[in-house]
């Protein structure tokens, strides 16, 4: 996978990031003092990135072994806090042969923090204090305001911002000559265009659309739609012609085929009943505030999107009624 392929492997090569990559190497001058981060910003612009080159700046050769990366969202619970989190910080670095140069402490980085339950957040709390002689948490978000202020209270924050388009294309040009692919420009600029800077996505659609060992915009156009966000739009629009069953089983697709988390499913939900001539936007509003705050609460996934699905059902017959 290109993804992985053109990751990063230390600060000086994170794109765009400039104040924060400063304000981290700031931190490293005296990396044993080190506080608790939290990285927030939408998908896709550098933020687990950032995670793993500062945990391998700071712990070295060491590094895989003493950093534990989770990702929040497929473990949202309390259990997850309890045992995997717990027994991993709770365990002291020991070393016979410790050197200047080794750190005090493990890393634990939390992907998709945003994504815990309430209750799993205020029991990490305590662990947090318990843990910081031994054990750093590097908390991963899109949404900041998901995270309990306990946690916030406890952490340097640094907002990441979204990539601009220059360095996008930018990127991609360097990925394309490296892999000697030819590109047509326009289709480089259809990728931005779609992914509106999300990085991660904009080098998945580019290896897509190379399989012919060239890259124009019907190439793309055809990548694009293969791709998770656009069959949200399919979804949307089978629930809202009362065709349940039929978006329920694209839905599951998309979550577990697709690996599309339910938050991002509830975004784009919004950005596409946006650009449709629906008569009860507000409804529409108010109803997607509602399942995104059940699902910030531990609401069940499936449940709860499957039931906003036959919501949408609804809407869509009042607006068959009125026209």
Not at 70 to 99: C, H, P, W, Y
Not at 133 to 160: A, G
Not at 227 to 239: R, Y
Request: hydrophobic share 40%; aromatic share 8%.
């Amino acid at each position: 996978m290109w993804v992985e392929k053109y990751r990063p492997k230390n600060l000086d090569q994170i794109i765009n990031q400039k104040e924060i990559i400063a304000g981290l190497k700031n931190l490293l001058n005296k990396p044993n003092e080190l506080p608790h981060l939290l990285f927030t910003g939408a998908a896709g612009i550098g933020k687990t990135t950032t995670a793993l080159c500062l945990a391998r700046e700071i712990l070295g050769n060491n590094w895989k072994r003493d950093t534990l990366e989770l990702n929040a969202s497929d473990e949202r619970g309390i259990k997850m806090v309890r045992e995997r989190v717990k027994e991993f910080a709770s365990i002291m670095k020991l070393s016979l042969n410790q050197t200047e140069n080794d750190r005090p402490f493990k890393i634990i980085i939390l992907d998709e923090a945003d994504e815990m339950t309430s209750e799993a957040q205020t029991a990490l709390r305590r662990i947090i204090e318990d843990s910081s002689k031994t054990t750093r948490f590097i908390f991963i978000c899109n949404y900041l305001s998901h995270i309990i202020e306990p946690i916030q209270s406890r952490c340097v924050v640094f907002r990441f911002s979204k990539v601009p388009v220059e360095e996008v294309v930018g990127y991609l040009k360097i990925i394309c000559k490296n892999e000697d692919i030819r590109f047509d420009e326009k289709a480089l600029y259809k990728i931005y265009e779609h992914t509106n800077g999300d990085l991660r996505n904009s080098i998945n659609i580019l290896q897509s659309a190379s399989a012919n060992g060239n890259i124009n915009t019907l190439q793309v156009q055809s990548a694009i739609g293969n791709s998770g966000k656009n069959k949200i739009s399919e979804i949307i629009k089978l629930a809202l012609g009362s065709k349940f069953n039929e978006s329920r089983i694209k839905l599951l697709e998309l979550l577990y085929v697709y690996g599309v988390s339910e938050t991002d499913f509830l975004k784009y939900a919004n950005e596409e009943l946006y650009n449709l001539d629906l008569e009860n936007l507000s409804e529409v509003s108010s109803m997607i505030a509602e399942y995104d705050y059940r699902l910030s609460n531990g609401a069940h996934p499936e449940i709860q999107l499957a039931a906003f699905l036959a919501q949408l059902g609804k809407i869509g017959m009042k607006n068959v009624k009125s026209n």
